[in-house]
């Protein structure tokens, strides 16, 4: 069975990070300071031979061109020398004329590279193995062909940059674990602040939603953005967990009411022997009161679809004077006992889906027809352009709604009182509702406007939507 390895700690991954990124510079800067310090050695080293090579041949111009003064100014610079600088074989057409002594077994002249100057270098390893020496074979100007061999000793300067590996090597063993360990100990001061945000999120419950993360003292400016996220998501979902609790309390309470009468209409009839003509009222106010039931968990039922995200609207131009027309021919049976006038005006075409657009219109007409008077007409507007949007009102010259209604008429089981009319009471509370879940599905939105005494009016504002 493959292991699956647990995820690494963010501490862990900063603290990596930090560390790498510390070798990283501190290793640039060794690479840079070996470098210059390289190079620093040999202009040292060309400017040191070149010396060298003017002082020798001042000497042979001295000495009229002859060899011998130049080589005993050589002997005489380094006889006796324990350690010296360097050593030199004075040539003349290509043979020896004279060196420093103990050279030949030391840097026999087979080592040293052709006659090109001082800035073709070679470095070697004596016969002994334990000195380094640069070589270089130069002429000098004179009537006889005399050249010069010379080897500088630098093994004080090669030794020197081997301690300098040697100690950039130890020093980088040495930092991966301080630097590991710091970086920890940042890290996780850096983290602190996550790890108290995480206690306070633990210690909210459903019994204690009201709790918030505090903001002071200031988060971290990386931090400050989640705390008011977070504190913003806690808003909605103590929100949503209100609303939540009075829609379970409304909806036992609808659905208590024509149970009760329900159960109490049929325990009326059990109680002794009735006549068909009671039989039949009661079966009649049982239907009633089923209907009612029905008709609720049928509107229920439909919010719970339409307020599900993955709900598909199924988007069709629509002409909607045609829709208008279709949901006042439905309304029609039930306007007619009250001698109204249903009037449609003006027209536009758009995109909706037409299921839901007659499920809105139909609920909002049906209140405009409950609590319109007598004789009244209601008007449905149509205006606007798909570019612009399509604005669909019902107006009616009902009594009209009181202005601390309007702000909740859209929540779920939201009745006002019988200012409206007597027959305020015979709907669910749902209609409007499922008017706006309908609108926010189509990304619009739907908008009520009343005067007391002079009328309703609710606008379905659709917003411009390409087929």
């Not at 990070?17 to 300071?33: E, K, P």
């Not at 005489?76 to 050593?87: H, N, P």
């Amino acid at each position: 069975m493959r292991r699956v390895l647990p995820p690494a700690s963010i501490s862990g991954r900063l603290a990596l990070l930090y560390t790498l990124g510390a070798l990283l510079a501190v290793g640039l800067f060794a690479l840079l300071a070996n470098w210059k310090l390289e190079a620093n050695f040999t202009v040292a080293h060309r400017d040191f031979l070149q010396a060298k090579a003017a002082e020798f041949q001042d000497d042979l111009n001295d000495g009229g061109g002859q060899p011998d003064r130049l080589i005993n100014e050589i002997l005489k610079e380094t006889d006796g020398a324990r350690l010296r600088s360097y050593e030199a074989r004075v040539l003349v057409a290509g043979k020896q004329a004279g060196e420093t002594p103990g050279m030949a077994a030391l840097l026999p002249a087979r080592l040293f590279p052709a006659e090109r100057g001082v800035q073709a270098l070679t470095l070697i390893r004596d016969q002994t193995g334990n000195s380094s020496w640069l070589l270089t074979s130069l002429p000098l100007q004179g009537p006889q062909n005399v050249s010069l061999q010379i080897g500088l000793d630098i093994t004080r300067d090669e030794a020197l940059l081997t301690d300098f590996h040697r100690a950039l090597a130890v020093f980088f063993l040495l930092m991966v674990p301080l630097l590991l360990g710091a970086g920890r100990l940042a890290a996780t001061h850096a983290l602190a602040p996550l790890t108290r945000i995480a206690k306070v999120a633990q210690s909210i419950t459903p019994a204690q939603l009201s709790r918030r993360i505090p903001q002071d003292p200031p988060w971290p400016r990386e931090l400050t953005g989640l705390v008011q996220v977070f504190n913003q998501m806690l808003d909605n979902l103590e929100s949503s967990f209100e609303r939540l609790s009075r829609f379970s309390a409304d909806i036992a309470h609808e659905l208590r009411t024509p149970l009760s009468n329900l159960t109490g209409s049929l325990e009326v009839c059990l109680i002794r022997p009735r006549d068909e003509a009671e039989y039949r009222a009661a079966i009649a106010s049982a239907i009633e009161d089923a209907q009612r039931l029905t008709g609720l968990i049928e509107n229920l039922l439909f919010l719970a679809r339409v307020e599900n995200p993955r709900h598909a609207l199924r988007l069709e131009r629509c002409e909607a004077s045609e829709i208008c027309a279709w949901v006042a021919a439905h309304y029609e049976a039930q306007s007619r006992p009250k001698d109204l006038r249903l009037r449609i005006a003006g027209a536009a075409t758009f995109y909706a889906d037409t299921l839901l657009l007659r499920q809105a219109l139909g609920n909002v007409l049906a209140n405009a027809v409950r609590h319109a008077p007598p004789g009244s007409e209601i008007v449905l507007a149509i205006s606007g352009s798909p570019a612009s949007g399509v604005d669909i009102s019902v107006s009616d010259q009902g009594p009209g709604i009181a202005p601390e209604h309007l702000p909740r008429l859209f929540d779920r089981f939201y009745q006002t009182d019988p200012a409206r009319g007597h027959k305020a009471a015979q709907g669910s509370g749902l209609g409007l509702s499922i008017v706006r879940s309908i609108m926010e599905l189509h990304g619009g939105r739907v908008t009520i406007e009343s005067v007391p005494g002079q009328g309703t009016c609710v606008s379905l504002q659709f917003p411009s939507m390409e087929a």
